[in-house]
């Protein structure tokens, strides 16, 4: 069976974005794909955060990974700092990274712009998601647009490392929807929809009570015209609502443009709203009915399981870069 893994930070609200460009199909395929679903917090530390709110947080994803449909029989569902490998591993893929490698990556110029104290480990991210993935010897990477870059670096280590020491890392295949890998922001349709945006109405978190949600939608920003059409140039907003009732119904978008041929913009926000709210019902239900126990069982299992095969993919590492075992 061919390896999956993908990880999530637990910062701020998980939104429609995270879900539709990424967790969702975590669940389609995690059937017939030996597949490790990660709480990435040790990427969360690169840019500051509450304690307290980050553990919370921690435990929210986890619990929304069970909520939007994954199997932890199926699947293993872990944190990342309760494996110390994927720290160790991204030493060791930091000393065969170049300093040009990771000054070209536009996620760290975009989020070190303008700001004066900027952690190293911001910098560095690359390489732990590098690790994340190569520990388990993962095939495919389900992942948002935004990804690209940093599964592309991944990819040029894997090589280099092979090239090296000996073929040692399978090397991944990003999966990243044609369809829907990039949802934008509410707000601003030419930003992504984003966690750390100040304006709370760029998206729509998976946990939203209905009226906000309402709200958020019939606030979202369109274009002067009146046409529902799918056109990313000239009508961002409106595109992007049109490629959300696409994802969340599974209609085609020419299906979407038809159905509203000839209606306002009134219309289709008010019959997204209502499909966005019934489908996330369900996810807000099945997280309402799990206990924090039975969340951490979970990710206690998952740690053990994922450990046991990060250890093996380390110790394997460490011999062939010339370091002596215990
Ligand atoms: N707008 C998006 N559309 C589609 N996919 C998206 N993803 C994020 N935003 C969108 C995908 O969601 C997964 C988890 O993201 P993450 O938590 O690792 O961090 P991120 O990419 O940095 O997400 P955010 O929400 O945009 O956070 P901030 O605001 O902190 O930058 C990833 O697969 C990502 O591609």
């Known amino acids: 069976m061919k390896r999956v893994f993908s990880g999530v930070q637990p910062t701020g609200d998980i939104h429609i974005g995270n879900y539709l460009g990424a967790m969702r199909q975590f669940v389609k395929l995690q059937d017939d794909h030996e597949c490790f679903f990660c709480v990435v917090d040790l990427h969360a530390l690169t840019v500051p955060q509450d304690p307290k709110v980050l553990k919370e947080k921690t435990i929210e994803l986890a619990a929304l ?4 449909g994954l199997d932890p029989k199926k699947v293993t569902i872990f944190v990342q700092s309760h494996v110390p490998a994927h720290a160790e591993l991204a030493w060791l893929l930091q000393c ?53 870059q940093h599964l592309e670096l991944t990819r040029n280590i894997a090589q280099r490392f092979n090239n090296r020491f000996g073929e040692t890392f399978v090397v991944p295949e990003p999966m990243i929807l044609k369809f829907g890998a990039r949802i934008m922001s509410l707000t601003d349709p030419t930003k992504k929809m984003s966690k750390s945006d100040e304006d709370p109405y760029n998206r729509i978190n998976l946990l939203d009570d209905p009226s906000l949600i309402r709200k958020k939608i019939m606030k979202a920003v369109t274009d002067s015209e009146s046409e529902i059409r799918l056109d990313w140039d000239k009508k961002p907003g409106v595109s992007n609502l049109l490629t959300l009732y696409s994802l969340f119904t599974e209609m085609n978008v020419e299906e979407v443009e038809n159905k509203f041929k000839g209606q306002g913009y009134g219309t289709l926000k008010k019959e997204l709203a209502d499909v966005i709210i019934e489908k996330l019902a369900v996810i807000q239900q099945n997280y309402k009915e799990l206990s924090r126990d039975y969340v951490l069982s979970v990710l206690k299992e998952g740690a053990q399981k994922a450990e046991a095969v990060a250890e093996n993919t380390l110790k394997e590492v460490k011999e062939k870069m010339g370091l002596i075992l215990r």
């Open 65 to 68: 990974y069970l909520a939007i």
């Open 96 to 148: 065969i990274t170049y300093f040009g490698e990771l000054s070209r990556m536009t996620q760290f110029k975009e989020k070190s712009k303008g700001k004066e104290s900027v952690s190293v480990g911001l910098f560095t991210y690359p390489d732990l998601m590098a690790a994340d993935i190569l520990l388990y010897n993962t095939h495919y990477v389900p992942v948002g647009e935004d990804q690209k």
